[in-house]
């Protein structure tokens, strides 16, 4: 079953070539006919041209909206540098011709005339004052009439009768005066529908009598022409004051909207009262309360921009016409091999591959009639292929396999683990007492009984061996559950040693040689539990003799480390258990759980050290016990 599943992997790709060929007769047939539900009605005759030519209409769409909004930004950009750049001269201008105003002005205020009628107004003074007080700059028709007015404002002495004048405030002119300029342009103001605009001088040494030229501002040939000539007819020119209050185009009255107002002295785009937009810049003249301002239509600004858009419309509708007329020369030439490939490509998906294909071409559909030919081929060398790549899985599977059942043992040795940590805490309390009253007893009865045949004595060393058995597993048992935080001190490993020595009483005909040198520093560990895992280690290698042998105990320093050895000459451990004999419950003993070497290597790390094992077998075991050495006392 695995041969024959492996055997359909190989042929699906062969027999899946005409799903992925559209053009073979059953495969166009199938996807074309209303009874399957294929969307692939019309042929690449016909898509082709179509979505050539919808890419086209699409990139043309794109590129034209692109370039017509660049167009327009850069129509806006340079109108509006334009209007900057001409309203900037018309600025300049307008600001020397206040220049002059206020010069003219000045002139005024110093005559002589005019300072005596200010200070004692003497009839005999009135005409010559009046006359010097007429307006004598360029353009003196513009002058509505010139003024002297003592410090409160009142009317002194005025070149022209005007009922509305003399209603004007002029507080606004007296606070200007009052500051560090003599001298000061006050704003437009609005005398039935007029702009007004004006000139006061303060005149010395008069207790503040000042003079005043008002002026109207009139449309003015010259200035048309030129801003014609700059920026085109329909631009119009506006005078008014910066805080946007009047405007005129030096024939009526203009309401320019706030929303006009630039902060940044960028050109603005606004709607007037009648709907129609407009650009606008202002330019602020200095040293005066006045703005000029140019505006032009939108449509103006834009009318070359939509020039070119009909042109380019009339571009892209012709290259249309050319891309679809050559899409549909490129697909005719590409779908007639591309019939005679399908039918190939048909062929070969129902087993025939002795077709051959009669297209000469160095083209790519050349080069893929060319791979038809030697695709038959490549098949029985992907089968090939295939079955050697399952080979190998099936083998890195069965490894895998391996590694989980050992996965697996490992799992089990942990939930026993588990169990036996569960139970030592509680037998193992229960335990330790009355192997304590049975040691008790023993030692009783060995007192009472002193005179008793040989064979009672012997038989109660059994028994103190078998309870002294009975409190190492004890004591393992209650050592894995729970180990204690090591109570670290300076200790002598030779002291240690000989102490569990005393400890093991007789050792029948084992020799115990310890071999530790006096300059081995002492360890700075907890001296019980490091006192246990020589026990343990002594222990062992008795065990390991099996009759007479030797145990050699020897340690050395190096890198601020102790390296204390027990070496055996007993049967040593098999290379295979060798890893295996510090996990809990592994023991190649009759007796014993094996959790002795497990508590000590678990022992050693608890005081920042370390137990490793070396054998070979035959010749004995070395158990290396490394513990950190104590500093020396300062």
Not at 69 to 83: I, P, Y
Not at 190 to 212: C, E, H, M, Q, S
Not at 335 to 362: M, W
Request: aromatic residues 4%; glycine residues 6%; charged residues 20%.
């Amino acid at each position: 079953m695995a041969e024959r599943a492996r055997d359909d992997a190989v042929h699906t790709p062969v027999h899946s070539v005409p799903a992925l060929i559209s053009g073979s007769p059953h495969s166009t047939h199938r996807a074309s006919s209303p009874e399957h539900g294929g969307g692939a009605r019309l042929s690449i005759e016909h898509t082709l041209p179509l979505i050539i030519g919808a890419l086209l209409l699409f990139v043309i769409l794109v590129l034209s909206s692109a370039v017509y909004v660049e167009m327009r930004r850069t129509a806006l950009e340079t109108s509006s540098a334009r209007l900057a750049n001409v309203a900037n001269q018309f600025r300049d201008g307008f600001q020397a011709s206040s220049a002059q105003f206020r010069a003219l002005s000045a002139r005024t205020a110093n005559a002589d005339v005019i300072r005596a009628y200010a200070a004692n107004r003497a009839p005999a003074l009135h005409d010559s004052a009046r006359a010097a007080l007429a307006y004598k700059g360029a353009q003196p028709e513009q002058t509505v009439r010139s003024e002297l007015r003592d410090s409160t404002g009142a009317l002194l002495l005025s070149t022209a009768a005007s009922a509305v004048l003399d209603t004007i405030t002029v507080d606004d002119i007296i606070a200007g005066l009052r500051g560090n300029d003599s001298v000061i342009t006050g704003k437009y103001r609005v005398v039935r529908d007029t702009a007004l605009y004006l000139a006061a001088a303060r005149v010395p040494a008069t207790g503040g009598a000042f003079i005043v030229h008002w002026r109207k501002q009139v449309s003015n040939p010259r200035t048309r022409a030129a801003l014609s000539k700059l920026i085109g007819s329909n631009a119009l020119l506006l005078a008014g004051n910066a805080d946007f209050s009047v405007w005129t185009d030096f024939d009526r009255m203009v309401v320019l909207p706030a929303t006009a107002r630039s902060t940044n002295g960028a050109a603005q785009v606004y709607s007037d009262a009648d709907g129609v937009r407009h650009l606008l810049h202002v330019a602020p003249i200095p040293g005066t309360p006045w703005a000029v301002a140019l505006s032009m239509p939108l449509d103006t600004v834009f009318a070359p921009v939509t020039s070119f858009l009909q042109r380019i419309a009339l571009i892209s509708l012709l290259a249309l016409l050319i891309g679809l007329a050559a899409a549909w020369a490129v697909s005719r030439r590409i779908t007639a091999p591309l019939v005679e490939l399908t039918r190939a490509a048909d062929e070969i998906a129902h087993g025939r591959v002795t077709r051959q294909i009669t297209l000469r071409r160095s083209d790519e559909l050349g080069r893929l009639a060319r791979a038809f030919g030697t695709m038959a081929g490549e098949v029985e060398h992907a089968r090939t292929a295939l079955e050697l790549k399952v080979d190998e899985r099936t083998r890195d599977l069965n490894a895998t396999m391996l590694q989980l059942q050992d996965t697996q043992e490992s799992l089990v040795r942990r939930e026993k683990l588990a169990m036996l940590g569960q139970l030592a805490s509680g037998v193992g309390h229960e335990l330790r007492n009355p192997l304590g009253v049975m040691t008790n007893a023993v030692y009783y009865l060995k007192m009472v009984l002193s005179a008793s045949p040989k064979n009672v004595h012997e038989y109660l060393d059994i028994l103190q061996q078998q309870i002294t058995l009975s409190e190492k597993i004890v004591s393992d048992l209650l050592d894995f559950a729970r180990l204690r935080p090591p109570q670290r001190e300076r200790a002598s490993l030779l002291q240690l040693t000989e102490t569990q020595i005393a400890r093991l009483g007789p050792t029948a005909s084992a020799e115990i040689i310890v071999d530790i040198p006096q300059d081995v520093p002492q360890v700075t560990v907890d001296p019980v539990q490091i006192g246990q895992i020589i026990l343990n280690l002594l222990t062992n290698a008795i065990q390991a003799l099996e009759g007479p042998g030797r145990i050699t105990v020897h340690a050395e320093t190096g890198n601020g480390m102790v390296y204390y050895d027990v070496t055996d000459t007993g049967g040593g451990i098999q290379p295979e258990n060798v890893d295996k004999i510090f996990e809990p419950l592994f023991t190649t003993k009759a007796r014993g759980i094996g959790l002795g070497l497990a508590v000590s290597r678990t022992l050693a790390r608890s005081n920042d050290g370390d137990l490793t094992a070396t054998s070979t077998p035959g010749e004995g075991a070395t158990f290396r016990l490394t513990l950190p050495a104590a500093e020396k006392p300062t």
